[in-house]
């Protein structure tokens, strides 16, 4: 028996990073993994890594998490598909920087309608589908970040999503405590890790050798993380195991908020 064995999780931005990373090892835990994203990049690869992590076989829609339809539209699909919902990851994200002068308002919208709305609506239509599906109970995983923890003058717009998602996350949490759903809904805050969106924005800066050791400097374990390192996370949270972890985060980041 695996630790996610009988569980059905649907992961957002499962084709990259810590959502595919998630994904492969709830499938090698026995769980069945629908992915989404709003893109297709990666998307056999994708499969085909869980595929052989697992004994189910990994299935994707695309999806942007954005749209309150689309996010109607995949709950009734995978009640219909497999009958019930046990989990939601939303790990889904972008990230940009720009402090609160540089940042213009679109960014800013841009950046909390994916991080913040997309978590709100996940969070939302998540509780939904676990409760359609049975009185078994779920867990929701919500990413959030050390940037929804401490600030960073040069993310304005990302700290402020990332810091809602916290907060929304024990709103839910509590809620569904206190109507006795049996639905657990806890946010993860990773330090920097190493997935595309990290390595995209290192890529972009004029001397990226300097920039991604001062990042490294800013763990105390002086480096960054791997994916893997936040998908053990969310096996566990996914898991019977955090049966009375509710309403609260596990950061994960080599040491970086503890200074
Ligand atoms: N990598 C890090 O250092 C780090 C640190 C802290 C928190 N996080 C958070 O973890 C989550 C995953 O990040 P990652 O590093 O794996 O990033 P990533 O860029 O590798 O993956 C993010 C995925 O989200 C998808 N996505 C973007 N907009 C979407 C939309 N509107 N609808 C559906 N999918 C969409 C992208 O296509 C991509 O596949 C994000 O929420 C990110 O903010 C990452």
Redesign the pocket.
Known sequence: MGRASGKVVLI??G?????TSSAVLLAREGAQVVV????ENNRETVLNSINSAGQHKAHYYR????SEDEWKKITDTILKQFGRLDAVVN?????IGGNIEEATYEHFKFVNT??YD?VFLGTKYGIEAIRRSGDHGGSIVN?S???GIIADPNLAAYNGSKGGVRLLSKSAALHCAKSGYKIRVNTIH????L????RNYIGSQENPKAVWDYIASLHPVGHLGE?DDIGHAVVYLVSDESRFMTGTEMIIDGGYTAQ
Request: no cysteine; net charge negative.
């Open positions: 957002t931005g084709l990259s990073g810590i959502g989404t994203d709003i893109t999806q942007d998490v954005t790990s889904a994200g972008v990230g994916v991080n997309g990413m970040s050390i940037e990773p330090g920097y890790i997935t595309d969106m990290v994916p």
